[in-house]
């Protein structure tokens, strides 16, 4: 009966207990383990567009992403070779010879290109190699292209030349050429580096700049007489020139007389120098910076003038040249090595050229690889070239140009001294008999580094433990045989996959798998796919197109499963009055999870009509007196620790927050519940068998 109205009197002299039942139950899970996957595909550029599209239309992410791949249509693209372009014509059939001289570099976002047209020397440029500058500019009065040469120091580009007649000098100057085309100028006017001598006549001039920018200028002089091989220097670097006589400049580099000398000085470090005179033979010496070496003569017969190249490797010294034997031509490569200043074969880079594939030589600093240009063999009007790389050339040459017109001549290559700016350009002339001629340029770029793509992908919809991903890209290669690799960015860092050779002429789809984040070193989770950027890699250098039309991503994963065991029903509990403090009962969740992101829940969900919902109702039997409740709600509150976190929550929750908040899997692992319940003096009375009961659910979900 209610205590309302003499609960002064009750309270002193009568205890009372109230009769309860608390069932218990767990909803069935609504997920069982079982393996899925699902497809995420690109849906936006990501950090990296270094390809380009080839054929189709679209940005780079649509020509990968279509469903079925559709090959040819829309695809993208990486290659090293560019060009050929005509620069301009010339008169002058012989404006880029020699092999030995350098007339072309790259700076401040140009290529610059010198040449003789017939008249003068002449340059354009260009920012793209495709459109060049205006009208040529002129520079100075020369005969033909063999009579100057140039040298870019990485700041300044340096000139020398002169008019191959007595009583001539030989002219220097140095400029910067900037980045809209122009050049200024260290000084106001070309400056005499050798002086005119009567009856003396210089010729086949080659400039280089030491590691400081001291120029030094190879030539050949004729006093009438004798033709002797000549080397003079620079004392300042500032632009003019004053001899530096000190240390006996000019030099004569041989006492032995030829009409087929011609001298090239070489920079090494530490302002130190290797001349490589030429006749027949080829010989040189080195500068060690305030003495000269010993003579040293490489093997083999020289084919003809001129007809070599050389680079710097630190103080070692690369060179081609094309050696005759048994009347047959070859390009061999040889070393001179500084310390012990001898010359050695080192390989036969070419058989059986023609006996005017006169070699031109470039070197890549950055990996120390070597690339060799010539051209007439094994096919004429073809410009081929291989490249040396960790002490070995390639087997066979890459037949880069073919021309519609015969070439000038196969000597007149002349191509960078080095790479610059990621490039390296070739100039040639094309067109033979009457004037004029073409004057033509390619480059080639990204020669040790990869082109390479990645793309965003999509939020994924899937749930559940990440197996693994797959990373599926399909590739194709034109006329070479090419090499790619997936690439994935996760955490801010890129990640290659394996390096894989792709045949010419075949569509492959090749896959690599990713079982862990190589970031973490752990099993992938949602939020890393969701920021997770893949694509493809192409491996330079790229003698032809490399080509991808279909990149996408494959997250293999097993279901969300959740498993749990509600704490056993609770019946008799009696509970008396005691104040504001609830009474308690305790139970055992068992909680089993497959993932780290689960949460358990307590609810009052029963569907009796005009049932106060959290709170115990009077029950008979099998039916509620709806009008009899306790006043106040039950509370449910699940202990936490390392595995989850706990938290109370009063019923009936409808809200459903999480009684149990996980953060790793768990394998039936046993939590305390507390069922916390206040009873008020003014909470009815009910006898045996009726009681008050209150029915929670549990409901375990995973993600």
């Given at each position: 009966m209610p205590i309302k109205g003499r609960m002064k009197n009750f309270v002193r002299l009568i205890s009372i207990s109230l009769a309860l039942l608390?069932?218990?139950?767990?909803?069935?899970?609504?997920?069982?383990?079982?393996?899925?996957?699902?497809?995420?595909?690109?849906?936006?550029?990501?950090?990296?567009?270094?390809?380009?599209?080839?054929?189709?239309?679209?940005?780079?992410?649509?020509?990968?992403?279509?469903?079925?791949?559709d090959d040819d249509a829309s695809c993208v693209a990486g290659k090293t070779q560019y060009?050929?372009?005509?620069?301009?014509?010339?008169?002058?059939?012989?404006?880029?010879?020699?092999?030995?001289?350098?007339?072309?570099?790259?700076?401040?976002?140009?290529?610059?290109?010198?040449?003789?047209?017939?008249?003068?020397?002449?340059?354009?440029s260009s920012t793209d190699g495709t459109t060049w500058s205006g009208d040529k500019v002129r520079l100075s009065a020369v005969s033909d292209g063999r009579t100057f040469s140039v040298f870019f120091d990485g700041t300044y580009f340096h000139y020398a030349y002169c008019q191959e007649a007595d009583n001539k000098p030989i002219y220097y100057r140095r400029g910067t050429p900037n980045s809209d085309g122009t050049i200024t100028w260290s000084t106001t006017s070309e400056k005499e580096a050798v002086a005119a001598v009567s009856g003396t006549t210089y010729s086949r001039v080659c400039i280089a700049v030491d590691s400081a920018g001291y120029p030094w200028i190879g030539y050949r002089q004729y006093d009438g007489t004798n033709y002797y091989p000549y080397v003079t220097a620079d004392r300042y670097n500032d632009g003019t020139w004053t001899t530096w006589t000190a240390e006996s400049f000019p030099y004569q580099l041989s006492t032995s007389s030829s009409s087929d000398w011609c001298v090239a000085p070489i920079p090494l470090t530490s302002r130190k120098f290797l001349v490589i005179y030429s006749y027949s033979y080829i010989k040189a010496k080195r500068w060690n910076g305030s003495s000269w070496g010993s003579e040293a003569q490489a093997s083999g017969n020289l084919a003809s003038v001129g007809y070599f190249s050389a680079v710097n490797q630190g103080d070692d010294v690369h060179m081609v040249h094309v050696r005759v034997a048994a009347l047959k031509y070859y390009i061999d490569h040889n070393k001179y090595t500084y310390s012990s200043q001898s010359w050695s074969l080192v390989a036969t880079v070419q058989s059986e050229v023609s006996s005017t594939s006169a070699p031109v030589l470039s070197i890549d600093p950055a990996t120390n690889n070597l690339y060799c240009f010539w051209a007439g063999s094994p096919t004429s009007k073809h410009i081929y070239y291989k490249k040396y790389q960790s002490g070995t050339w390639d087997t066979d040459p890459r037949d880069w140009i073919s021309e519609s017109d015969s070439l000038t001549g196969n000597d007149r290559l002349t191509c960078f001294y080095k790479v610059y700016g990621n490039y390296i350009g070739l100039v040639y002339m094309s067109k033979t008999g009457v004037a004029p001629y073409n004057v033509k340029f390619a480059y080639l770029t990204n020669l040790n580094t990869t082109w390479r793509d990645l793309y965003n992908l999509p939020a994924h919809t899937g749930s559940g433990v990440i197996n693994k991903i797959t990373v599926y890209h399909r590739d194709y290669s034109d006329t070479y045989a090419g090499k790619v690799k997936p690439i994935i960015k996760t955490n801010g860092v890129v990640y290659e996959g394996t390096q894989v050779d792709v045949p010419a002429g075949t569509w492959t789809t090749y896959s690599q798998e990713w079982t862990k984040n190589p970031n973490t070193v752990s099993a992938w989770a949602w939020d890393e796919i969701d920021a997770l950027q893949v694509g493809i890699s192409f491996q330079g250098p790229y003698y032809d197109n490399q080509r991808c039309t279909q990149v996408y991503v494959e997250v293999d994963y097993t279901l969300a499963f959740i498993d749990i065991t509600a704490p056993s029903d609770i019946s008799g509990w009696n509970l008396t009055p005691v104040g504001s403090q609830p009474l308690e009962q305790t139970g055992t969740l068992t909680v089993t999870c497959n993932v780290s992101t689960w949460t358990v829940t307590a609810q009052d969900l029963q569907t009796v009509e005009g049932l106060q919902l959290g709170h115990m109702t009077k029950y008979s039997d099998t039916t509620y007196d709806t009008s009899v409740y306790l006043e106040n709600a039950m509370v449910v509150e699940a202990v936490g620790d390392t595995t989850a976190t706990g938290a109370p929550r009063t019923l009936p929750n409808t809200a459903g927050d999480p009684i149990l908040t996980g953060n790793q899997a768990v394998d039936n692992y046993d939590y305390t519940v507390h069922f916390k319940q206040t009873v008020e003096w003014t909470d009815d009375v009910v006898t045996a068998p009726d009681c008050y009961r209150i029915v929670v659910t549990f409901t375990g979900s995973a993600e």
């Open positions: 608390l069932v218990l139950t767990a909803l069935p899970s609504e997920v069982v383990a079982a393996p899925d996957t699902e497809i995420l595909r690109p849906n936006a550029a990501g950090d990296e567009t270094n390809l380009y599209g080839y054929s189709g239309s679209g940005e780079n992410w649509e020509r990968v992403a279509e469903e079925t791949p060009g050929p372009w005509l620069i301009q014509t010339s008169s002058d059939s012989y404006g880029t010879q020699y092999s030995f001289q350098r007339k072309s570099f790259y700076a401040n976002g140009r290529f610059w290109v010198f040449y003789g047209d017939g008249t003068y020397m002449v340059y354009r």
